[in-house]
């Protein structure tokens, strides 16, 4: 491990308030789970054909791709993809939330506007409750918390106007620049990693969209789902100080 500020600078307490303006474009809870031998794509489709009304939508397959590259003395070498279904991606009817169903994740989200985290937390745990009854996991093995966050850029603003974490870009080198990705993987605690991204999107002639990605993950092995969902709740309060110390106070102010 390695640091980047001495141990007192690296935390400060913040004092959270709601956001009347949370710029947050997707918030993601994730379930990372152990599958049983026979837990396979029907079984994950009968989870699916449980759920309520709303989330009886058309859905798309989620696949991976492999690929095996074959090489010999005098033989022309040969490629073979393959693809493998993982499960299915899906919205609701209403619009404001969406499933990524497979054999190894459950992925509940909160699409744009965001409204409060008891009423999103609620919902995944619903839906949550209804798949895993059919889907029976072996075990929980991590869960995440993820708040997608965007904002634009016009031509010619600062990012440090909006964000504490960006590039920094050395003297003595153009400040000018057409796009920029940062990530950084910070250890919170002994079980509990974030993941941080921040760049541009959407680059258009005048304008981009501002990347602040922020993903807490927890490593965790519950034994029943009330120890689940207490896992997941603790994860707000490092998402939230992480947060607001990567905000400037006049972007804050803008979203009160």
């Known amino acids: 491990m390695y640091n980047l500020k001495s141990q007192s600078l690296r935390r400060r307490i913040l004092n959270f308030k709601t956001l009347s303006k949370a710029p947050i474009k997707e918030a993601l809870i994730?379930?990372?789970m152990q599958q049983a031998a026979d837990s396979g794509l029907g079984l994950l489709e009968d989870a699916l054909r449980g759920l309520p009304d709303d989330y009886q939508t058309p859905r798309e397959p989620i696949t991976i791709s492999q690929t095996q590259l074959t090489f010999g003395p005098g033989a022309p070498s040969s490629a073979n993809v393959e693809q493998r279904q993982l499960g299915w991606r899906f919205a609701g009817k209403s619009?404001?939330?969406?499933?990524?169903?497979?054999?190894?994740?459950?992925i509940f989200s909160h699409l744009a506007p965001y409204t409060t985290w008891p009423e999103f937390s609620g919902e995944a745990q619903r839906v949550w409750r209804?798949?895993?009854?059919?889907?029976?996991?072996?075990?929980?093995?991590?869960v995440s918390v993820r708040n997608i966050n965007e904002v634009s850029l016009e031509v010619g603003e600062d990012v440090e106007?909006?964000?504490?974490?960006y590039i920094n870009v050395p003297e003595g080198v153009p400040q000018g620049f057409k796009n920029y990705f940062a990530r950084i993987e910070l250890h919170h605690s002994e079980d509990i990693v974030i993941a941080l991204q921040s760049g541009l999107l959407s680059v258009l002639?005048?304008?981009?969209?501002?990347?602040?990605?922020?993903?807490?993950t927890r490593t965790v092995a519950p034994k029943s789902e009330d120890e689940l969902w207490a896992a997941i709740n603790s994860l707000r309060e490092p998402k939230n100080q992480t947060f607001f110390s990567c905000i400037t106070k006049e972007w804050e102010a803008r979203l009160r």
Do not use: M
Request: charged content about 20%; proline content about 4%.
């Open 30 to 32: 994730g379930i990372r």
């Open 95 to 106: 619009k404001r939330y969406a499933v990524q169903a497979r054999t190894d994740w459950f």
């Open 130 to 142: 209804i798949f895993a009854n059919v889907y029976e996991p072996i075990h929980t093995q991590a």
């Open 161 to 165: 106007k909006y964000l504490n974490f």
């Open 205 to 216: 002639p005048n304008s981009a969209q501002l990347l602040l990605d922020i993903e807490v």
